[in-house]
């Protein structure tokens, strides 16, 4: 399985022992997400309420959705609108 | 400035009638209120008099006692256990140990009138303790301040902060203070933005009836059929599946009515009374109370700019307050705070902070006005001082496609500097300013949104079609939708007509909420449409006898793809759709996803006003929207999303504020109080679509409905400052604030 480096919010530092960006192994957005929460159980109720993962600029809710080492990840807040 | 590509749209682009244009102007259209049922009973709410107190004691023995009341609710008949946002809109349903605000429910009637039920209402005795309250967001996290609730604070929040700081958050990027000392003028300042309630013409309205069975139905005004299912579900314990929502008509929402206020209450009225329907209509003066306005927000920010324009770094703080619940958009504002920016030094920190308040509601593009607010009119500042053409420093620092934007992750494909290109060519920009009359500009930005989406579309037996939206229409969506399926089908617009249905027709559906309607619905119903083209195809093959690969869909009929395929006349929808019992059955197509290839919007605002000196009032003398849509399917209804956002914006700006007296208590919840802008306030407002193709969507669509709203609030001060000499750092900028400030500077 292929490392991701996954972007956080620098407000979640004080969650995964002072990191900006955690590295995971994962082929998809939900196994991104499984890991940050493996690594840092701190960030579960975060994930779990919801948040927006970004993939090379472009917002997906799937966590079936491919990727590698290659791809920019960031999660950010949960993003709705009015 | 449509792109070569699009041209070949027959229908997209073009601005038929709107679907619901006769229905509204002949009253025909039902809106909430309208709906009423057989053995209906009229609900009303006990309210708190108190930002804040303990209930001590609730006696409804004579409002009970009166004939023709038949129910009386209280947080007791609710199911308790709740947890997260269940508990939150629980709590702001129907309040429980304490009153947390100004018109927070704390019992409901049923009776067989509107007016007995309100009289009864009133001889609900409360007891109330009345507790310390706190209304202002800085006094709310300020030591010793009353605590609102403990625990509410989520695990972003560090340590030995004030309990009503309930969510905290930072990002950034770059050296800040390497960023500063680069720059040639550094300035800082602190900028305030009220309350602003949504200001929908049509009061929440909603008509509910639940059996001692469990299933129930509603009608009810909302932005979100499915969201309103799932939160009353959770409030009052239900299966989501058992209770069957139908939308109505909706007056406007414009995110006020993605949640639930009163909603469950009929509901819990209705299994009281063995069943009984109940309504209950919102007043105005409830609408105003008890209702979600936006945030309010106090902001530091700090920004660093050279002699040549460029901002060498930015920092934005902002605290805001979205009521007596966690919710406040401040990440939303952050992330929108230097986003046209290209800015290489940056730092946002952001405060959720819980005060007396009602529970704040999304408002069209939430968090991002204000923020645009704060940070350009510093930036506007900046450029006075240095002595700069405000919209050359903006061109100058714009981010393009593929940059990083401030909150992270690269920019797709964007369009801010067509945008400002298309605001510089305006003639506004060259019409002569008098006396007292001034200029401002400024740029906003909203990233746009998904959600899950479900979509049906049938073919009738006369080749006409019907689709089937989850998504109510609130700006056009209908009109867009329609136009699209059927540029798509290649059939005239007025053989489509779409539908907003119940939650029993379709898979869920995320409210309109995020300018996603015409997106993704359209996006879905564009693929449906397919779809059935698709199966349309096949039935032509098989009528010839031919392989469907080698059948194609050109203006609404089935041929040969060429001449290998065999010599056929085309085949009509009409004529396909006509023989659709005796060629396998009905023909429809669906789609349901969460559709991906959102396109974000910048747009850019030029306003010009006059102040008289003598009142401080502002009158707007013309106004510019430019705005990057993507593609205007239906450009009339772009435009007066447009002319929506600014119209609220000026609103916002100028003079609608929440005022609370010192015991809490608001002291204009109408609207000859709470000043909305009429028409006699605003000129024509000029809008540019300017369309840069969003690729993420078959025709290009990015979602029109939010951006709009962001400008006007920095735009409307660059001005004032432009014709007075003037900054005004907090809104509203009405008459008497603008008189104070004139005097003050002598």
Partial sequence: MARVQVHLWSGLRRLTDGAEAVEVEATTVGEALDGLIAAHPGLEPLIEAGVSVVVDGEMTTSRHQKIGPENEVYLMQRLKGG | MAKDEFKEFKLVGTRPDRPDGLDKVTGRARYGADISAPGMLWGAVVRSPHAHARIVKIDASKALAMDGVKAVVTRADFPTGLTGDAWNL????????????????????????????????????????????????????????????????????????????????????????????EADLVKEHTFKTEAAHQGYIEPHACLGQLGEDGKGEMWVCTQGQWYIRKMCADVLGLDGAQLRVTPSEIGGGFGGKTTIFMEPLPLALSK???????????????????????????????????????????????????????????DMALYCAFAGYNVPNLEHVGYDVLANRPKCAAYRAPGSPMAAFAVESLVDELCRELGLDPLEVRMKNAVKSGDQASYGPKFGSIGLVETLEATVAHPNLQAELGPNQGRGVAVGYWFNHSGETSVSMAISEDGTAQVSVGTPDIGGSRASIALMTAETLGI?????????????????????????????????????????????????????????????????????????????PPMTIAEIAGKMGSTGGPISGHHESVPEGVGASFGAH?????????????????????????????????????????????????????????????????????????????????????????????????????????????????????????????????????????????
Avoid at chain 2, 165 to 170: L, N
Avoid at chain 2, 298 to 318: L, Q
């Fill in chain 2, 492 to 568: 005239p617009y007025e053989d489509v007509r779409v539908n907003v249905v119940e939650t029993g027709a379709l898979g869920v559906n995320e409210p309109t909420h995020g300018s996603r309607a015409t997106f993704a619905s359209g996006k879905a119903a564009v693929e449906a449409a397919r779809q059935a083209i698709g199966e349309m195809c096949r039935r032509a093959a098989k009528e010839w006898g031919i392989e469907p690969e080698a059948v194609e869909w050109v203006d609404g009929a089935a041929q040969p793809a060429g001449p290998n395929a065999g010599e056929f």
């Fill in chain 2, 90 to 181: 629980q709590e702001n349903t129907m309040a429980g140990e304490r009153a947390l605000y100004d018109g927070h429910a704390v019992a409901a009637v049923a009776a067989i009138s509107k007016t007995l039920a309100e009289d009864a209402a009133r001889l609900v005795e409360v007891e109330y303790e009345i507790l310390p309250h706190v209304t202002d967001v800085d006094e709310a996290m300020a030591e010793g301040a009353p605590v609102i609730r403990e625990g509410a604070a989520d695990a972003t929040v560090p340590e030995g902060m004030h309990p009503n700081v309930v969510k905290y958050m930072e990002f950034g990027r770059g050296d800040i203070e390497a960023g500063f000392a």
């Fill in chain 2, 272 to 330: 009281k009374t063995g069943g009984r329907p109940v309504k209950i209509v919102m007043s105005r003066s409830e609408v105003l109370r008890a209702t979600g306005p936006t945030a309010s927000a106090s902001m530091d920010v700090k920004i660093g700019m050279k002699k040549d324009g460029t901002i060498t770094a930015g920092r934005a703080e902002f605290r805001m307050q979205g009521g007596a619940f966690p919710g406040a958009p401040v």
């Fill in chain 2, 606 to 746: 030029v306003v010009d006003v006059e102040v008289d000196p003598e009142t401080g009032r502002t009158t707007i003398l013309r106004y510019l929207v430019v705005q990057d849509a993507g593609r205007a399917i239906h450009p009339a209804y772009v435009e007066g999303q447009y002319q929506g956002g600014a119209a609220q914006g000026i609103g916002w700006a100028l003079n609608e504020e929440y005022i609370y007296d010192d015991q809490g208590r608001l002291q204009n919840p109408v609207f000859l109080d709470y000043r909305v802008p009429v028409a006699s306030d605003l000129p024509m407002i000029d809008t540019v679509i300017v369309e840069v193709p969003n690729p993420g969507h078959p025709y290009g669509v990015r979602g029109v409905g939010e951006t709009g709203i962001t400008p006007p609030l920095p735009a409307i001060a660059n001005a004032i400052q432009d014709a007075v000499g003037v900054r005004v750092r907090q809104l509203p900028i009405s008459p008497p604030r603008l008189l104070a400030a004139l005097k003050a500077k002598g």
